[in-house]
């Protein structure tokens, strides 16, 4: 295995922002990832575990430890009957190309979570979810490195703690484990997925009924091309939703309609109530971040070469050249604007990495 040093994060990720690692090693087998862990202990680093780079921002100094980066695919089959089959992932298998794996041999479960870019190990991270689909909906176990020991795990899908964009892997045991591969079920007769209105509406108009997995796959990578730039370039480097949509109890979402009903003009006030209705939720109700980034007039703001997005606002786009000063400057304003216009506080999606303690706290405060 070769370490090599003070290597450029900047690449590796999809925003094209970034400084470099002090090590970066990428890593196939165990006894990869132990000499890894050895190199990083010895030295006292800290380790930081690098997928796709597709949901992270690096500093403009860098990451100061030792960066392990998986790269051993793999897709295996474990079993299968009539009804289901279960799978294993190596980590550093693309994530969507396991999506397409799946659809392609008509197996349920992942098609709505097309066209998500990243290793497959990282999904668990922050179980990635989209068009009413998630990771966690077809996890059964995850296979893990014990950072501290190099010893091995399996945990069930109930230790990972999944929940909204989050696993214990980003929360309770963050930075405890790199994720080997994880085994996964789908099920052989399933149901489209298509409460979302894009995806409704997408068929709406083809007067598409019944549509196949290789339809609805179809149509997710239609709708997502649409709304957010897939970061295939240097211009449109970014992270997805670099913000995280809200999550509100009933006592929240009035205080919010009454807060715009205030601020705003009544034509405003319609519009959340109807997003509410078009955005199905269960027990909590879920208010686009976008919606209210638009209504705070937040839509294509720029600061340096950072911009956000104009169809989908939620994206922080490296529109060439932007730092990740450029990147928290702007996401900085974002929060600001809208806690002081509609009083809430929007959490950020990505993983930063390599910044200070007082970078950190700079961007999060809020006066
Ligand atoms: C255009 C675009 C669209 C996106 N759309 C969506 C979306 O619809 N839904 C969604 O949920 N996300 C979305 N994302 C975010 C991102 O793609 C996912 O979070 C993805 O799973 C990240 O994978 P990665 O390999 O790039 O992880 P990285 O960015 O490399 O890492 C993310 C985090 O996971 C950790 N990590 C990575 N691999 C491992 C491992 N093997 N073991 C332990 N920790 C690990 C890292 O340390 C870091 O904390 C989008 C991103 C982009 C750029």
């Given at each position: 295995?070769?370490?090599?040093?003070?290597?450029?994060?900047?690449?590796?990720?999809?925003?094209?922002?970034?400084g470099?690692?002090r090590?970066?090693?990428?890593?196939?087998?165990?006894?990869?990832?132990?000499?890894?862990?050895?190199?990083?202990?010895?030295?006292?680093?800290?380790?930081?575990?690098?997928?796709?780079?597709?949901?992270i921002?690096?500093?403009?100094?860098?990451?100061e430890?030792?960066v392990?980066?998986?790269?051993?695919?793999?897709i295996?089959?474990?079993?299968?009957?009539?009804?289901?089959?279960?799978?294993?992932?190596?980590?550093?298998?693309?994530?969507?190309?396991?999506?397409?794996?799946?659809?392609?041999?008509?197996?349920?479960?992942?098609?709505?979570?097309?066209?998500?870019?990243?290793?497959?190990?990282?999904?668990?991270?922050?179980?990635?979810?989209?068009?009413?689909?998630?990771?966690?909906?077809?996890?059964?176990?995850?296979?893990?490195?014990?950072?501290?020991?190099?010893?091995?795990?399996?945990?069930?899908?109930?230790?990972?703690?999944?929940?909204?964009?989050?696993?214990?892997?980003?929360?309770?045991?963050?930075?405890?484990?790199?994720?080997?591969?994880?085994?996964?079920?789908?099920?052989?007769?399933?149901?489209?997925?298509?409460?979302?209105?894009?995806?409704?509406?997408?068929?709406?108009?083809?007067?598409?009924?019944?549509?196949?997995?290789?339809?609805?796959?179809?149509?997710?990578?239609?709708?997502?091309?649409?709304k957010?730039?897939?970061?295939?370039?240097?211009?449109?480097?970014?992270?997805?939703?670099f913000?995280?949509?809200?999550?509100?109890?009933?006592?929240?979402?009035?205080?919010?309609?009454?807060?715009?009903?205030?601020?705003?003009?009544?034509?405003?006030?319609?519009?959340?109530?109807?997003?509410?209705?078009?955005?199905?939720?269960?027990?909590?109700?879920?208010?686009?971040?976008?919606?209210?980034?638009?209504?705070?007039?937040?839509?294509g703001?720029?600061?340096?070469?950072?911009q956000?997005?104009?169809?989908?606002?939620?994206?922080?786009?490296?529109?060439?050249?932007?730092?990740?000063?450029?990147?928290t400057?702007?996401?900085?304003?974002?929060?600001?604007?809208?806690?002081?216009?509609?009083g809430?506080?929007?959490?950020?999606?990505?993983?930063?990495?390599?910044?200070?303690?007082q970078?950190?706290?700079?961007?999060?405060?809020?006066e």
């Amino acid at each position: 295995m070769v370490i090599t040093e003070a290597e450029p994060l900047r690449p590796y990720t999809t925003f094209k922002i970034g400084g470099p690692a002090r090590y970066f090693a990428p890593a196939a087998s165990l006894e990869e990832f132990r000499e890894v862990l050895a190199h990083a202990g010895k030295r006292s680093l800290p380790l930081f575990v690098l997928g796709g780079g597709s949901n992270i921002l690096v500093s403009d100094s860098g990451f100061e430890g030792v960066v392990a980066h998986p790269i051993c695919r793999g897709i295996e089959i474990l079993h299968q009957d009539s009804e289901a089959v279960i799978l294993h992932v190596n980590a550093a298998e693309t994530w969507d190309d396991l999506a397409q794996f799946a659809v392609e041999r008509n197996w349920w479960g992942i098609e709505n979570l097309s066209h998500i870019p990243g290793q497959a190990g990282a999904a668990l991270v922050q179980n990635i979810g989209a068009y009413g689909q998630q990771v966690c909906d077809v996890v059964q176990t995850a296979q893990v490195m014990e950072i501290a020991t190099g010893a091995l795990q399996v945990l069930n899908a109930a230790d990972c703690g999944f929940d909204y964009r989050r696993s214990i892997f980003n929360s309770t045991a963050r930075e405890e484990y790199i994720i080997l591969g994880f085994t996964l079920l789908l099920t052989k007769h399933g149901r489209p997925q298509l409460d979302y209105p894009d995806v409704r509406d997408y068929f709406r108009e083809r007067g598409t009924k019944q549509p196949s997995l290789a339809e609805i796959r179809q149509a997710i990578i239609s709708v997502r091309d649409r709304k957010c730039p897939f970061p295939r370039e240097e211009r449109n480097g970014n992270a997805g939703s670099f913000f995280k949509n809200l999550s509100l109890v009933e006592a929240e979402y009035a205080g919010l309609c009454e807060v715009i009903g205030r601020n705003f003009s009544p034509r405003e006030l319609a519009r959340l109530e109807e997003t509410r209705r078009r955005f199905p939720s269960s027990d909590r109700i879920k208010i686009p971040t976008a919606f209210l980034l638009e209504i705070c007039g937040l839509k294509g703001h720029r600061i340096g070469g950072a911009q956000v997005n104009e169809s989908q606002p939620l994206v922080l786009v490296n529109t060439g050249g932007a730092t990740a000063e450029d990147v928290t400057a702007l996401a900085r304003h974002v929060r600001r604007t809208v806690h002081q216009r509609t009083g809430m506080t929007i959490d950020i999606e990505p993983e930063l990495v390599g910044f200070s303690s007082q970078e950190l706290k700079y961007l999060y405060s809020l006066e």
